[in-house]
């Protein structure tokens, strides 16, 4: 049994790592500021799952004030490592307000990479983003294409932190391993995501939103994947960038169509103009996560969104009231 910081434990990677690693038998403590970047029931939906489980505590904090973080209640407990799954995501609304992304994404990362060395953790695990790979990265992305060129501050947000890893990797000797995500949906998802957003709206009866003409392409993963791939990333490997995604891109169009067969229903679709920081397509190369990590995707987009639907229809007298985006 090891003991574990988890950041972020109220998001949609954070609660589904922290479920794993309790259900494995080890203690979590989960640290979260529950802002309202997006609607706040559904983070208390997630926190309240976990509160029912042995072993875990709950702390909230902003990661982003180092005096919180250094005053907090868990910085002189001992921890086997650090799960660092805080962020602020979202690639348009970082274009809105980019500070809050360097506040959170690049203070709150320092924060958390200053506490292990002071207190002697081990080991560090981000969560970065395919984001962080500009439109010159050839398909399937590779951990080692140039990513100095982000088109959206979420993203360069994200390269600030990565960079922030490997220095400390590099000065400090800390075990840091960096997991860049693909597109994460599932149950209990983001509503400013897309398959939240798409299956309420389509279940309800109202529009869907598309930006551009629904050609865009994303590499869908299925959050449980994600959370196994997050686990298997506290071994010991030194400093390393690894790739999760789902290895099978899926245009928009496609994905509105498997979400109209799961529920039945057809959507009614509003197109508007593409966002300039939207990328056109995103596909990871999972070469390396296989190698170091035994790592694959093991949900399918088409059983992904079945188990997404079943969801929303077994907690629908709440979900449907949700904000999304």
Not at 42 to 65: C, H, Q
Not at 107 to 133: A, D, H, M
Not at 221 to 231: L, M, P
């Amino acid at each position: 049994m090891a003991r574990y910081l988890v950041t972020g434990v109220t998001g949609f990677i954070g609660s589904r790592t922290a479920e794993m690693l309790l259900e494995a038998g080890h203690q979590v403590v989960g640290v979260d500021s529950l802002n309202d970047a997006y609607d706040v029931r559904i983070k208390e939906y997630r926190l309240e799952r976990l509160r029912t489980r042995s072993g875990f505590r709950f702390e909230r904090l902003d990661i982003a004030d180092c005096s919180a973080v250094e005053a907090a209640a868990f910085a002189g407990e001992g921890f086997d490592g650090v799960l660092h799954l805080a962020a602020r995501a979202g690639v348009r609304a970082s274009v809105e307000n980019p500070w809050v992304y360097v506040e959170t994404n690049v203070t709150g990362t320092l924060n958390l990479l200053e506490l292990c060395r002071s207190r002697g953790i081990p080991k560090f695990v981000f969560g970065s983003t395919s984001s962080i790979y500009g439109p010159e990265s050839p398909i399937p992305f590779n951990e080692d294409h140039d990513t100095s060129r982000p088109i959206s501050p979420y993203g360069a947000s994200k390269k600030g932190a990565e960079a922030l890893c490997h220095s400390s990797h590099f000065l400090h000797g800390l075990d840091v391993t960096v997991l860049r995500y693909f597109t994460v949906y599932g149950p209990a998802g983001r509503p400013d995501m897309s398959v939240f957003r798409f299956t309420q709206r389509i279940r309800e009866g109202r529009p869907i939103r598309v930006f551009g003409d629904g050609s865009m392409s994303r590499d869908f993963t299925f959050v449980d994947d994600i959370a196994r791939g997050t686990v298997a990333a506290l071994a010991p490997l030194g400093y390393e960038i690894i790739n999760l995604g789902g290895d099978h891109p899926c245009r928009v169009t496609e994905l509105v169509q498997l979400i109209e067969k799961r529920l039945g229903r057809s959507a009614e679709i509003e197109f508007e103009v593409a966002h300039p920081a939207d990328a056109q397509a995103t596909w990871a190369d999972i070469r390396k996560a296989e190698k170091l990590l035994g790592w694959r995707p093991e949900i399918s987009l088409d059983e992904g969104i079945a188990r997404t639907v079943e969801w929303y229809e077994a907690e629908r007298h709440w979900a449907r009231k949700i904000r999304v985006y």
